[in-house]
């Protein structure tokens, strides 16, 4: 497996979730202990997620999609907008029309402005 141990530090420490390919390579190294990762891995994820700035509109968006586990192209499909506009509207590069707004508020009961 090609990890540092910097990387398998920061995943210990729960400031890190390994990617999807480091991650198939752990749960073959260790598979009795499967379950054990899979909760340590929910338990980090969660934290990250709810370590996630929120002082920009794009910042908050970001943050309500990870909250629902959804991926760009999920949350863009529930509002009828493409992965690529989500993820621009994360970035701050776009800003969506405020009936995208609305869309996200109702969907996820939350305000956003």
Same mark, same amino acid.
């Given at each position: 497996m090609a990890c540092s141990?910097?990387?398998i530090k920061r995943w210990e420490n729960e400031n890190k979730?390994?990617?999807k390919n480091?991650?198939?390579k752990v749960m073959k190294l260790f598979p009795d202990n499967t379950q054990d990762i899979k909760e340590v891995l929910e338990k980090? =994820?969660?934290k990250e997620i709810n370590n996630l700035p929120e002082n920009t509109l794009g910042?908050?968006?970001r943050k309500v999609?990870?909250?629902n586990n959804l991926s760009r192209e999920n949350f863009g499909a529930l509002l009828g907008y493409s992965k690529y506009s989500i993820k621009h509207w994360?970035?701050?590069t776009r800003v969506p029309a405020k =009936?995208?707004?609305k869309k996200v508020e109702n969907i996820f009961g939350i305000k956003l402005e």
């Open positions: 141990t910097y990387s979730i390994p990617e480091n991650l198939d980090a =994820k969660e910042q908050k968006i999609r990870l909250q994360e970035f701050g =009936k995208a707004l």
